[in-house]
């Protein structure tokens, strides 16, 4: 596979929901790309169709028309809630292997890694979401939803993936936890060179994360640009909208 710099492309992406005289369009002309290394926001009112887009791009629902490209290994996914994504009967040790242990289903010629070295990787992962190996004991109930939401972006890197899908990953938490979960992700980031779709109702968190936004309404883009431009000068009235009720614009 050539390397390129566009590690995804989406290209008039319709999706819809439903038969005949219930089917709803919920994407409509989906166009955007994210770069390598690059984060990409994507921002919209609950409802506009932004876990749909995260989907669409895992494969995870049937695209109606346009195209998908993919130029990097299978993107990970870290989602909006941290007390359900990790399987409360396994230990932190057994969760955060799995990943290498269905590695051959992504690429057959992968090979699992022997038990040691899957270990050993669990606990550099451990160390480098801000945690330590002591943590492959517990179970996730044990652990708080900062340190849970920490195991879940460990989980989704054990691979090594290129991008990370990253839907809400903060929403649930409590204001300075969200902080320090956003600097993990940026230290991440900037470490691994990680691009990022960093999905996420509140323009506040987006500012300083984003080198991007897209601005989402009823599953259309109505509006992108980095932040610094997008918030001194926002064209569309939605995208005021949005800001205004994020408590960031002037009028
Ligand atoms: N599997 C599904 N079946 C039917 N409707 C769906 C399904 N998934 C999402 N929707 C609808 O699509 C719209 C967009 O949903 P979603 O992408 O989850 O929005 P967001 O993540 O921005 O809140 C909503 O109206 C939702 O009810
Ligand atoms: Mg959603």
Not at 15 to 28: A, I
Not at 57 to 78: D, H
Not at 200 to 223: A, P, Q, W
Request: with cysteine; aromatic share 4%; net charge neutral.
């Amino acid at each position: 596979m050539e390397r390129s710099d566009t590690l995804v492309e989406l290209k008039d992406i319709v999706v819809s929901f439903g038969k005949k005289e219930k089917k709803k369009t919920v994407l409509n002309g989906i166009t955007f790309t994210i770069g390598r290394g690059e984060i990409v926001g994507l921002a919209g009112e609950s409802g506009s169709g932004k876990s749909t887009i995260a989907k669409a791009i895992l494969g995870m629902v049937p695209v109606e028309s346009g195209n998908i490209t993919l130029n990097t290994k299978a993107p990970q996914m870290v989602f909006q809630d941290p007390y359900s994504s990790l399987n409360p009967a396994k230990t932190i040790g057994w969760i955060m292997q799995e990943p290498l242990k269905l590695a051959p289903n992504r690429d057959p010629e992968a090979k699992i890694p022997d038990a040691d070295t899957r270990k050993a990787k669990v606990a550099e992962m451990l160390r480098e979401v801000g945690l330590d190996e002591s943590y492959m004991a517990h179970k996730p109930r044990e652990l708080s939803g900062g340190q849970r939401q920490r195991i879940c972006i460990g989980t989704a890197l054990m691979t090594e993936p290129e991008l990370l899908i990253a839907d809400e990953p903060v929403s649930a938490l409590d204001v300075t936890i969200q902080a320090q979960v956003l600097a993990l992700m940026k230290e991440l980031h900037e470490k691994k060179n990680l691009a990022m779709l960093f999905i996420s109702h509140d323009l506040r968190t987006m500012y300083h994360f984003c080198d991007r936004i897209l601005i989402l309404n009823k599953g259309r883009i109505v509006e992108e640009g980095a932040p610094d431009t997008l918030y001194r000068d926002p064209k569309e009235e939605y995208t005021k909208l949005l800001l205004k009720s994020a408590g960031i614009s002037k009028t």
